[in-house]
């Protein structure tokens, strides 16, 4: 995957689907690949071209479907495969791309090459997980399934207790169980793990999220030098199988990322990135009391950009099914500052279901699948005022999660008849986005102002766009000369000087 770049990324707007929580078309209280299909032309009528799908694969869901039973089976809570394979088929008949969410690092504990390596005679799965040589002994700080069967040896967790780690091998290997990363047992569960990748590109998927991508090869060095060198052989594989095929990793730091040939990285999680400090602190930079550090920001994503320079894309989402989302902090006007700074920075963005119409994070629910406070931000889609915001015709009670009952939650039918609603200016936003060549993924960004208001340039040979977003309670004024393309509140351009209303944001053609 590290010669191409999809061409379609160039302009690509992905939409994160968590399915579970999306739309629910036979009543049983859980959505489901059909209620995705039926909402293919609302996300097109957004502007979104691209849909991610959390997991949807076989699982006893004790994570919500990372932790995967079967991976060439769609759970039958949502379908069957031939669903799924009516999914790519009707994306693709809008122009839309569909990308899949890849577990590669685990499994569940009942999948069955996992039972199989549980057994005490060696056999073809014996070496598929991380195990060490016997119940007693160190098992050098990793967290360890312990005498749960009869083979002699502690299983290495990934993540939760039911998630063992499947075996890619260590880059620095200390002791006799820790396998290198081209012994035989690693290298056969890369090429199964090829194979669950073939099975779903043949039927039609775009490429993958992958999940806990820079966590396969363990206890690797601080630039993650083995985890890169795996996915290159993964690489190798896409480039000769499967060149057209779109990876976005769950890294988290885009500098080691797209050295592994990975087309798209979320960049959030990585220390020090200052994410946090425009949507998600208390007082974020997008909000009218912001104090958020846009500048230590700017400094850290500027450093991104030149260590990556032309490898890929640095994708920064609205929001995701493990982070709060983002109208915890931000409210009403605030969120349009952020959408406008989410849609025009390079990369490709990613919405998450609901934060199109500034669904709430709902506080105090008990945890549903391994959520824990992850889940308020799983709740129902709030589609219109009918039952259940029309998420479902179940029961209340039989619903998934139980549905917001904030008295002025939104729902996407009053907000698409409202000119001046979140949802019209996403929508105008990434129209926008899509029309101007300067604001697609690849155009350069330079950020000229980093206290209030924000200004930053967009570019690339055919145009500039200057982007001025003011979410203080005060008017301001830019030297900028140009015409106004795009305007979210007040903003009136004259003799160079352009002023930008409180709460305002701003796109001018240089
Ligand atoms: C990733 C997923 C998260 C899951 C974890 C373990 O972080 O986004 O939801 O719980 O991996 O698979
Ligand atoms: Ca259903």
């Given at each position: 995957m590290s010669k191409r770049q999809p061409k379609w990324l160039d302009n690509a707007v992905f939409y994160e689907i968590y399915p579970q929580s999306f739309n629910d078309t036979n009543a049983d209280g859980i959505g489901d690949l059909q209620g995705i299909i039926e909402k293919l032309d609302y996300i097109k009528e957004l502007g979104c071209n691209a849909?991610?799908?959390?997991?949807?694969f076989d699982s006893p869901f004790n994570d919500a479907g990372y932790d995967v039973r079967d991976y060439k089976k769609v759970a039958p809570r949502y379908g069957t495969n031939e669903d799924l394979k009516r999914v790519f088929d009707e994306a693709h008949k809008r122009d839309m791309h569909v990308l899949l969410d890849l577990v590669p690092g685990h499994t569940s504990v009942e999948h069955p090459w996992f039972k199989e390596s549980m057994k005490p005679e060696k056999n073809e799965y014996t070496d598929r997980f991380v195990w060490t040589d016997h119940?007693?002994?160190?098992?050098k700080g990793m967290n360890t399934l312990r005498a749960i069967s009869d083979r002699d040896g502690c299983a290495v967790l990934n993540f939760f207790s039911s998630q063992p780690a499947l075996n890619y091998?260590?880059?620095k290997q200390e002791e006799p169980w820790q396998q290198g990363m081209d012994d035989p047992g690693p290298e056969a569960t890369r090429l199964a793990i090829q194979d669950v990748m073939r099975f779903w590109l043949k039927m039609g998927c775009d490429g993958f999220?992958?999940?806990?991508a820079a966590w396969c090869v363990k206890n690797d060095d601080e630039n993650r030098t083995g985890n890169i060198y795996f996915w290159n052989k993964v690489g190798k594989f896409l480039d000769e199988e499967f060149p057209d095929a779109a990876m976005v990793s769950e890294w988290g730091n885009p500098d080691q990322s797209l050295q592994g040939g990975f087309h798209m990285d979320f960049q959030l999680m990585g220390q020090g990135t200052n994410y946090e400090d425009l949507f998600r602190c208390d007082e974020p930079y997008f909000s009218s009391r912001g104090k958020g550090n846009f500048k230590a920001y700017a400094e850290r994503y500027n450093k991104s950009v030149a260590a990556t320079e032309g490898k890929g894309l640095i994708c920064i989402p609205s929001g995701n099914h493990d982070i709060d989302r983002l109208a915890r902090r931000l409210k009403g006007n605030e969120l349009k500052m952020a959408f406008a700074f989410l849609l025009s920075m390079p990369g490709a963005p990613f919405i998450y279901y609901g934060d199109e119409i500034g669904m709430n994070y709902v506080e105090g629910l008990i945890s549903k699948e391994g959520g824990y406070q992850r889940t308020g931000s799983r709740t129902p889609m709030q589609w219109d005022d009918g039952l259940n915001d029309g998420f479902s015709t179940a029961d209340p009670k039989d619903l998934y999660i139980k549905m917001d009952d904030a008295p002025d939650r939104p729902n996407v039918k009053a907000q698409m008849a409202d000119p001046g609603s979140l949802w019209n200016e996403v929508r105008r936003l990434i129209k926008i986005r899509k029309e101007n060549v300067a604001l697609r993924s690849k155009a350069k960004v330079e950020f000229l102002e980093t206290g209030y208001p924000l200004v930053l340039k967009r570019s690339c040979k055919e145009q500039a766009i200057t982007v001025i977003?003011?979410?203080?309670?005060?008017?301001?004024?830019?030297?900028?000369?140009?015409?106004i393309i795009y305007a979210c509140g007040s903003a009136?351009?004259?003799?160079?000087?352009?002023h930008v209303g409180a709460g305002t944001a701003v796109f001018i053609e240089n």
């Open positions: 849909i991610w799908i959390n997991p949807c119940v007693f002994m160190d098992t091998g260590f880059y999220r992958v999940d806990m977003i003011n979410p203080t309670n005060e008017e301001k004024t830019v030297d900028v000369h140009g015409t009136k351009l004259e003799n160079g000087k352009c």
